[in-house]
């Protein structure tokens, strides 16, 4: 176990008692302003045949970060898109390696998935040392510790045992990965430290594996419903095929559910995790609820409905709530410094992230 | 005025110090309310770049960093240091321009899927090797041999069919099997190999209208479709990855869908150029284009009675369901005959029908 009561700072002042307020994360973005920048954004991308994606990425962070404010100050997202696109680069090297190995021989192909999954925790590294190093606030950049040596237990030997284990290790894995992540963040000289336990990720697990049982068996009955309902209302004549009928509800209600449990997972993932935090006697807290999958699940409905144009609308409004339920349990916020070898270090890792592996905060 | 207010950091402490920037045509001063100075040449500032709406940073060498959200303040500041904005800042800035990007790129991304692409597979189907179609071709018949039985048809007429066939038109290999719960069906896989179900041959009532069934399947193995679907599918996911490469899981999944339609689309069009192939050669080989359309319409009304027959004994309580015999064709025009693989028959029929004039 690790030590959660570890206030892991030497740069609060413990002259007496601290005093505690709440400060609340907010959002600022709105819809028709991302539009605009995420419509631009596929301009380029498309007429630069990919590439400037890279640039796009920088823009659509600085804009979620430049919206998200805490204690009167914005976040700031730093990265050059010069790094991503070398680290983009990189990555679509590895794939067409892979790719192409499998033509040249089973056996190569074999050898480059092994090389890949072994190159998987320094990706992961990398990914989150760019990612850290290139958000700040109030000046101040967020950074990374973790060791590369030290990754390969939680992102490969433990999802292993995970597959190994049917999935039943697989929470165990997810734990290791989420102490590896929060307890090497740092802000500034300041390490972050969490108290997850391996019993609030099998809590999550066992919750999502229910939940997707009940939506397999609910996906079941509506179909049936929908069935008898269109039967009894003799609208089975007017309506050709029952089967056209039958498809289309079960592939929507699957969709439904499908979009209700991812939801489920990531609300009860965030709530897990964001009230485990603490960085220099400062404890995130969080209290996203069911409503979130509601958030999520009318958003794929609208982005559906638009053909994928509500896509900026959603993705704010999901910042939004998101951000609405995440406090800050503040003791100080103005002491935190920047060590000396930050300098050199934070203006920017040569390689960006190789994989957009989406992990970070 | 050349005044902008904001916040001041000093890059090694997390305070805020509520500050304004002035400058003029040599430098910069940022005064904190608290009194503290800060000077630096009007070349040494870095400003980011404008996004809507979202706070603007302006760095001085290293570590400081003065953070704005006066938008029209720093556009005097961009424009007294001759700084543009940038193409993607200037058409953020004004939505009709917006608008009108988002139609060019929803026209662009319409013209690469639907011609693009197409035209690229169709180039990339030829340049596959027949030794690989072949592989491909034996890979996808070992899997479908899990659920076809060994051919039923004496060997003597499966020899007569294949000389009969390749007679009129070369191709690597003919199968035989017995096909069981798919019916009476012919396959192409890839270039090289055409497998008929004995269901197939039984149901023709001559060899000509094998032969019709044959051409069309050669249609499929000389115009490359199942290698040009393998392109066609592969260029649209890497399409939708890029595009979609931020939406994550979900959003995944659902351009999954579109994906799928678009194959199915795909099917249609290449049944309709492989129909137009069988009638060719048909004409070419002196036969009539309707050996074509009546083993369609045999086929049709095949497959139908073969549902009919297991709706029937699927749900023996709703048996009084009329079947009325008129039920039928409307079937071909349910709304989810847009995701079916083939064109309705009575189309197909048509087309063989109208090159009659051909023939004589």
């Known amino acids: 176990m690790i030590d959660s009561e570890n206030p892991g700072s030497s740069t609060i002042d413990s002259s007496g008692e601290q005093q505690l307020t709440t400060e609340q994360f907010e959002f600022h973005g709105n819809g028709s302003d991302y539009f605009r920048i995420w419509i631009v954004n596929l301009l380029f991308s498309i007429l630069t045949l990919g590439i400037y994606s890279a640039w796009a990425k920088v823009r659509t962070k600085r804009y979620f970060y430049g919206n998200t404010e805490l204690a009167g100050d914005r976040f700031e997202y730093l990265a050059s898109p010069i790094a991503i696109l070398k680290g983009r680069l990189i990555g679509v090297a590895a794939l067409l390696a892979y790719s192409f190995a499998g033509y040249i021989s089973i056996a190569a192909g074999w050898i480059t998935f092994v090389l890949l999954l072994l190159l998987i925790p320094v990706f992961v590294v990398q990914s989150l040392r760019f990612n850290s190093s290139n958000s700040a606030w109030r000046g101040v950049r967020f950074g990374f510790d973790g060791d590369i040596v030290e990754a390969y237990q939680p992102y490969l030997v433990w999802p292993i045992v995970g597959v190994i284990t049917l999935g039943l290790a697989y929470p165990y894995a997810l734990l290791q990965a989420n102490r590896f992540q929060f307890n090497n963040y740092r802000f500034g000289t300041t390490n972050s430290t969490t108290s997850v336990t391996a019993g609030g990720f099998y809590g999550i697990g066992f919750g999502v594996f229910f939940a997707a049982i009940l939506a397999g068996f609910l996906t079941v009955l509506v179909d049936n419903a929908v069935l008898s309902l269109i039967e009894m209302a003799g609208l089975d004549e007017l309506a050709e095929s029952p089967e056209s009928i039958s498809l289309i509800t079960t592939l929507s209600t699957l969709l439904v559910f499908y979009v209700c449990v991812v939801a489920l997972y990531q609300a009860l993932y965030y709530r897990l995790i964001f009230n485990r935090i603490e960085i220099g006697g400062n404890r995130v807290q969080n209290s996203i609820s069911i409503e979130y999958v509601l958030v999520i699940l009318s958003n794929t409905v609208l982005i559906i409905l638009t053909l994928g144009f509500y896509y900026p609308w959603a993705a704010v409004r999901r910042a939004r709530y998101v951000f609405s339920n995440m406090r800050l349990e503040a003791t100080d916020l103005d002491s935190f410094t920047v060590g000396e070898f930050d300098h050199i270090s934070a203006q920017g890792e040569e390689v960006g992230e190789a994989f957009d592996l989406g992990i970070g905060f | ?360």
């Open chain 2, 1 to 360: 005025m050349n005044e902008l207010h904001g916040n001041w950091f000093d890059g090694v402490h997390s305070r805020s110090a509520p500050a304004k920037l002035r400058w003029s045509s040599v430098g910069v001063v940022v005064i904190t309310d608290e009194g503290l100075q800060t000077g630096a040449d009007l070349n040494m500032l870095k400003i980011s770049s404008p996004l809507p709406d979202t706070p603007t940073r302006i760095t001085f060498g290293e570590k400081e960093s003065f953070v704005t959200g006066d938008e029209t303040g720093v556009e005097r500041l961009r424009e007294s240091l001759a700084l543009n904005p940038g193409l993607a800042g200037r058409i953020e800035r004004h939505m009709p321009v917006v608008l009108a990007a988002a139609a060019l790129v929803v026209a662009m991304l319409a013209g690469l899927a639907f011609r693009g692409v197409p035209a690229l597979a169709a180039r990339l189907a030829v340049t596959v090797p027949e030794e690989i179609s072949a592989q491909v071709s034996g890979v996808l018949m070992s899997q479908l041999d899990d659920f076809l039985e060994a051919s039923g048809i004496a060997p003597e007429r499966r020899e007569e069919l294949e000389r009969y066939f390749l007679s009129h038109g070369e191709v690597a290999t003919i199968e035989f099997r017995e096909a069981g719960i798919f019916g009476a069906n012919a396959v192409t896989l890839g270039a090289t190999m055409i497998a008929f179900s004995d269901e197939l041959v039984e149901l023709a009532e001559s060899d000509e209208e094998l032969l019709a069934v044959y051409f069309h399947e050669l249609g499929h193995a000389r115009l490359r479709h199942v290698e040009q679907n393998v392109f066609r599918a592969s260029a649209w996911l890497v399409m939708l990855t890029v595009l979609t490469g931020d939406i994550g899981a979900v959003g995944e999944m659902l351009v999954g869908l579109p994906l799928s339609v678009g194959l199915a689309a795909n099917t249609r069009e290449f049944e309709r150029e492989a129909d137009a192939y069988a009638v060719d050669r048909l004409l070419e080989a002196d036969l009539s284009p309707m050996h074509l359309a009546t083993i369609l319409q045999k086929l049709e009304a095949y497959h139908l009675r073969r549902r009919d027959q297991e709706n029937s004994t699927d749900d023996g309580e709703n048996g009084q369901t009329p079947d009325a015999g008129g039920e039928e064709d409307s079937i071909s025009y349910s709304p989810l005959d847009y995701l079916s693989s083939h064109p309705p028959t009575e189309e197909r029929v048509a087309y063989a029908r109208s090159r009659m004039n051909e023939f004589e």
